[in-house]
């Protein structure tokens, strides 16, 4: 299968910034859709933001105009890039990608992957 890996998490204080970074690995043909999710302790996990192959984004309106979302498809990975933060974005940050890679005997299969998740924390 195409596993994620994820790196980039840490402790920041409030209005700092950090990356996020996932990295998709295995005999990968092509990714399409590639998105962060999170989950914050006693809460649901939740969209944060997408990106398709064409490059085309979409947000949640929380993270709207302090998150940038990007790829690079050499390198077949996602980043987060992530301003202003506010304590409330303190969460699990989860990696998923989708597409399809190379299986035994010359054919090829969809895959659906998560990362393993980067804790990042925000203290006031």
């Known amino acids: 299968?195409?596993?994620?890996?994820e790196s980039g998490g840490g402790l920041v204080q409030a209005g700092g910034s950090?990356?996020?970074?996932?990295?998709?690995?295995g005999r990968i043909?092509?990714?399409?859709?590639?998105?962060?999710y999170r989950q914050a302790p006693g809460k649901q996990?939740?969209?944060?933001a997408?990106?398709?192959?064409?490059g085309n984004t979409n947000y949640?309106?929380?993270?709207?105009?302090?998150?940038?979302?990007?790829?690079?498809?050499?390198k077949n990975t996602v980043y987060l890039q992530m301003n202003t933060l506010?304590?409330?974005d303190t969460a699990v940050y989860y990696c998923?990608?989708?597409g399809t890679y190379y299986m035994g005997l010359g054919h090829v299969t969809d895959f659906g992957s998560w990362g393993q998740g980067t804790q990042v924390t925000v203290s006031s």
């Open 1 to 5: 299968q195409v596993h994620l890996v």
């Open 18 to 25: 950090l990356r996020l970074s996932c990295a998709a690995r």
């Open 29 to 36: 043909l092509s990714i399409n859709a590639m998105g962060w």
């Open 45 to 48: 996990r939740e969209l944060v």
């Open 50 to 54: 997408t990106i398709t192959g064409s």
């Open 60 to 74: 949640a309106d929380f993270v709207k105009g302090r998150f940038t979302i990007s790829r690079d498809n050499a």
């Open 86 to 88: 506010k304590p409330e």
């Open 96 to 98: 998923n990608a989708n």
